[in-house]
């Protein structure tokens, strides 16, 4: 009886090279890189930024309704957090969403602080964990950035400096306490 080639396996495994090489190209980094080395919370909460951010991206850049489309689905998605019973304290952490959206991010060159706020803010949000996503502007363009998204979680900022979200004026704010 021949031997059984596993090609589909062995064809898996010769295209690992080539994709890592296309994100490097791209100044991306390879998702299993980012993965490597880290324990099962940590592989969880990147995973998961992964997933948000890539839905983001893909709503941010594909779909005809975009920023408007993601942006009535953040208010529906608030909006269930709303209604629904507090969160079990020892469901997630906060901070650890926040930080696997912003490590898994570095997959996506040119996702900004709008796509991070979004997928953090959905991410959370669907767990029950009521937080307001804010976007404001600068009054006066800058070499860096002229608007940036935030979260605030009560009058607390979530993963950010109270000195830059200073620098900007709120414009829109989505969710917030019920």
Known sequence: MPHADNTPDRARRSMRPLLQLWFTARGAVFLPSLLAGLDREDRRAVLAGFRALSFVESWLRCSSRGF???????RQVAGNAAHASPPDPLDVE?????WGVRVASRCFPGAA????AFAA????NGRNMRTTMVIGV???RRRESFAHAW???G???VAESSAK???YRPIMRIGGPA
């Open 151 to 153: 979260l605030e979680s």
């Open 113 to 116: 602080c709008l796509s991070e």
């Open 165 to 167: 979200a200073r620098a």
């Open 121 to 124: 803010f959905l991410l959370l």
């Open 155 to 157: 009058d607390t900022l």
């Open 94 to 98: 906060v901070d650890q969403v926040v």
């Open 68 to 74: 408007q489309g993601l942006t009535a689905l953040a």
């Open 138 to 140: 600068s009054g006066q």
